[in-house]
Each structure stands twice: as structure tokens, then as C-alpha cells.
């Protein structure tokens, strides 16, 4: 298994504003997904991108993954308070279950 | 994507006691796992629960204190035994395809105080 590395830990914006967290891993991957918790709660799933993709939308979130940089960033536009949350990136290389880093820790303040 | 819903929600116990977590969901899957998160961390996978054999523990884990059960594709149970104060966390059950190329998707989790 291995285990993304989000960056940065916190970070803390104003409503509005657009919300940019990265990840790094280290070997090759199948795709790489990322979730979002509020606190105390379960993991929500955002996306899947795959290893072929380069970028993927939905709605607000846009992601892109670098294959060759063994990197992916989640942006999120015009951010909303209830956005504040712990957003998490896993990736896989497809025959093992998911590990996780410590997160990414957004705060939007209105 | 796949509906999960674990009972209960959340729970305060006494230590020494055990806690029975069920894991439900809405559709014929796979793979199903189970995550601890303890308070301030990241989530730490504890096992996977296959379907009519014994679950396969990670390292650090162990079947006497997380017996788990895995009756058929849509029901997985996580026991929390001999509890301690170390034990609060919230437990989160996850499903996932055989291939692990698919969405891994998770439930509301239970928040487990030891008192």
C-alpha cells in the first residue's frame, strides 16, 4: 500500500477565495481518489482520476494528476464556509486497500 | 456509489465491555474494510473483512480484541473487545471493488468514548 502525502497540513482562506491542497506519492499508481471529512464525521468521496486522466471536474472541484511528478492537486473555486473540512488523497496501485495521510485541514472563514 | 449506513452512531462505554458495530449497505459488493481513526489522526486500516473466511488483520491488529464478521456481500460487523480509553475512536467501514481500480467509499462511522 502506499500512502499520499498532502500539503500543505492547514490551511485558511476567505470565503470566496479559491482552495488549492497538493499530493505526493511515491511509486506508480492506477488512479487516485480524493475525500473530504468534516469533523468528526465519514469520509465523503470527491473524485477518482485515473492514470490515464490529466485533470477532472465536478462542480466546484477540479483535479489534476502528474503522473510523471507523482503529484495531484485538488482546487476548489469560490469557496464557502461549508467547505471547511479535512480534505484526504489516496492513491492506488490497485491491489490493496486505501492508506491515508494526515490531511489536508481547510478553514474558510466568511 | 454505494449507500453505507453503521449502527450505531455513536456510543459511550465503560472500559472492559465490548461494542458490536454493524456495517450495512445497500448493494452486493466486494470488498469491505474496516478504519480506526483516533482523535487528532489520520484513519488506520484495521482489516478486511471477507465474506464466509476470517477477516485478514493489519499489522498491529489482532482477531481476540477486533473479531469481525462478514456473513454475506451486503453485512460486515467490527467488535471492539475488552475495551480501553485507547480504544475511543471512530470506526469507519468501507467498501471497494474486487480490483481495487474503483471507488472505495465509506460510511458515517461510529464514535466509540471509553469511558
Known amino acids: 500500500s502506499q500512502q499520499g502525502e498532502e500539503d500543505p497540513q492547514a490551511l485558511s482562506i476567505q470565503e470566496g477565495e479559491n482552495a488549492t491542497m497538493n499530493c505526493s506519492y511515491k511509486?506508480?499508481?492506477?488512479?487516485l481518489q480524493w475525500y473530504r471529512q468534516n469533523s468528526g464525521r465519514g469520509l465523503v468521496h470527491l473524485i477518482l482520476i485515473r492514470s490515464n486522466e490529466r485533470e477532472k471536474h465536478s462542480g466546484r472541484l477540479r483535479v489534476t494528476l502528474d503522473t510523471s511528478k507523482k503529484s495531484s492537486s485538488l482546487l476548489i473555486t469560490a469557496s464557502r464556509a461549508a467547505d471547511t473540512a479535512s480534505y484526504f488523497c489516496?492513491?492506488?496501485?490497485?491491489?490493496?486497500?486505501?492508506?491515508f495521510g494526515k490531511g489536508t485541514r481547510l478553514s474558510v472563514i466568511a | 456509489s454505494a449507500v453505507i449506513s453503521q449502527k450505531p452512531s455513536r456510543d459511550i462505554c465503560q472500559r472492559g465491555t465490548s461494542l458490536t458495530i454493524q456495517c450495512q449497505v445497500d448493494s452486493q459488493v466486494t470488498m469491505m474494510f474496516w478504519y480506526r481513526q483516533q482523535p487528532g489522526q489520520s484513519l488506520t486500516l484495521i482489516a478486511t473483512a471477507n465474506q464466509g473466511s476470517e477477516a485478514t488483520y493489519e499489522s498491529g491488529f489482532v482477531i481476540d480484541k477486533f473479531p469481525i464478521s462478514r456473513p454475506n456481500l451486503t453485512f460486515s460487523t467490527l467488535t471492539v473487545s475488552n475495551m480501553s480509553p485507547e480504544d475511543s475512536s471512530i470506526y469507519l467501514c468501507?467498501?471497494?471493488?474486487?480490483?481495487?481500480?474503483?471507488?472505495?467509499?465509506f460510511g458515517p462511522g461510529t464514535r466509540l468514548t471509553v469511558l
Open positions: 468501507s467498501v471497494g471493488a474486487l480490483d481495487y481500480l474503483d471507488e472505495q467509499f
Open positions: 511509486t506508480s499508481i492506477n488512479n
Open positions: 489516496a492513491p492506488s496501485s490497485g491491489n490493496t486497500p486505501l492508506v
